[in-house]
């Protein structure tokens, strides 16, 4: 169940406004693993509040688990459509249907998710009675906001038990429920932590999907959504040439040609002329989609050489010039923090700045937080509104009707 203020209250028997709930158990976990599939970030962190609007972190430790390779198949089979019958055939187990492989995955995960907390505590030589509450977001295996739902695989009552810590999942779900997309989720945190500064303008994290957050410093509420894809394609289309899980510092893009006619063709997916509020997954972009694009390309040009590093710079130049283009039409000056996996691609990040030449565009390492844990210490925040009673979501983001609490605990 979702806790309220109240019900906190008659548990603690404490004011929840002096934030005395805390006293004992300061700490905060969050973990994120996004639609890249690579591994499993988490946080050990610790809040402090600023004033009503803002508050400032403190990141104990840090850790970061890549998936095991049956794990990752499991994952990677469930977020694309249709594509369990494949690894059902190839994996060691009896699986019948892709409720197996789901209630299977959901186990491991949760599972993975517990020794990834573990080891992070052991890291940081923290006693799991000193955290409040882990926020784990668990991996969207399916998002589908025009017919109102979103599934986070894990199960969040193995992570507790095996952590002894309690647990808040399932975050987007109360934010759907009521008329929202349940993405992005982020903004609040964005302005939460950023917001004070007015040099900053906005946040666009890179994670496999680009959302962009911009900020608002007269304490209205922030603008956000989904730009497209942003790591996903090149992920996969690297893996698929060379075997390796990502471009490092896109080395290989910055080698190829950008083929005009096939960005202009993947930059007419409907998509990207839709309005915000605005959200996306593996749903939209995938290898199969990118598969028909290319096929598209080489049958309208059919004298056009290119090369698998063409493709690649092609795509990195998608993920530039989509969130380029809606960065434009709301922020005209200032600095852009960028976060996720993609901002340690210096080919994309030096694009961004190509296509962004009025704007400072920085990874958020200059601002005191590592590009790769924002979204963890998002989840660990999420989890600390939830246990506070207080609203995560912002509904001129993902079009709810109204603010509420977000996700569910399992003690």
Request: charged share 15%; with cysteine; aromatic share 8%.
């Amino acid at each position: 169940m979702t806790i309220s203020a109240d019900f906190l209250e008659e548990i603690f028997g404490e004011n929840l406004a002096d934030l005395t709930i805390m006293d004992e158990a300061p700490y905060f976990i969050g973990m994120m693993s996004g639609t890249s599939l690579d591994g499993m970030d988490a946080v050990l962190c610790r809040f402090f509040e600023t004033d009503d609007e803002t508050c400032s972190v403190e990141i104990i430790a840090s850790h970061s688990v890549p998936f095991t390779e049956d794990l990752r198949q499991a994952l990677l089979s469930l977020t694309t459509p249709n594509g369990v019958a494949t690894f059902i055939q190839t994996c060691e187990f009896d699986f019948q249907s892709e409720l197996d492989v789901y209630g299977w995955a959901s186990v491991y995960y949760a599972t993975f998710a517990a020794q990834v907390a573990l080891e992070l505590l052991d890291k940081a030589n923290i006693s799991h009675d000193l955290v409040c509450a882990i926020g784990c977001h668990g991996q969207t295996v399916r998002h589908r906001p025009n017919w109102s739902f979103s599934l986070q695989l894990l199960d969040p009552n193995i992570l507790a038990e095996y952590t002894g810590i309690a647990v808040v999942s399932d975050f987007r779900r109360r934010d759907m429920a009521v008329g929202g997309q349940g993405a992005p989720l982020v903004p609040a945190f964005h302005q939460a932590i950023f917001g004070h500064d007015k040099q900053v303008k906005g946040v666009l994290n890179l994670g496999g999907i680009a959302n962009i957050t911009v900020l608002n410093h007269d304490k209205s509420t922030p603008i956000g959504f989904d730009t497209g894809v942003a790591n996903l394609l090149m992920d996969a289309w690297n893996f698929r040439h060379t075997n390796t899980c990502y471009d490092q510092d896109g080395a290989w893009a910055a080698s190829g040609q950008v083929i005009q006619p096939l960005l202009d063709i993947l930059l007419s997916h409907p998509f990207f002329s839709q309005s915000p509020p605005k959200s996306t997954g593996r749903e939209d972009f995938n290898l199969s989609w990118l598969d028909a694009m290319i096929d598209q390309l080489n049958s309208s040009h059919p004298n056009l050489c290119h090369t698998p590093a063409d493709i690649q710079a092609t795509l990195c130049e998608l993920t530039a010039v989509s969130a380029a283009k809606q960065i434009r039409h709301f922020i005209k000056s200032g600095t852009v923090l960028v976060c996720g996996g993609g901002a340690k691609n210096t080919h994309l990040m030096a694009r961004l700045q190509a296509h962004l030449p009025n704007l400072s565009i920085k990874p958020t390492n200059d601002w005191g937080i590592e590009v790769t844990w924002i979204e963890s210490v998002a989840f660990a925040w999420l989890a600390r509104q939830n246990i506070l009673g207080r609203h995560g979501n912002v509904p001129a983001v993902t079009g709810a009707n109204k603010t509420v609490v977000l996700g569910q605990v399992c003690f």
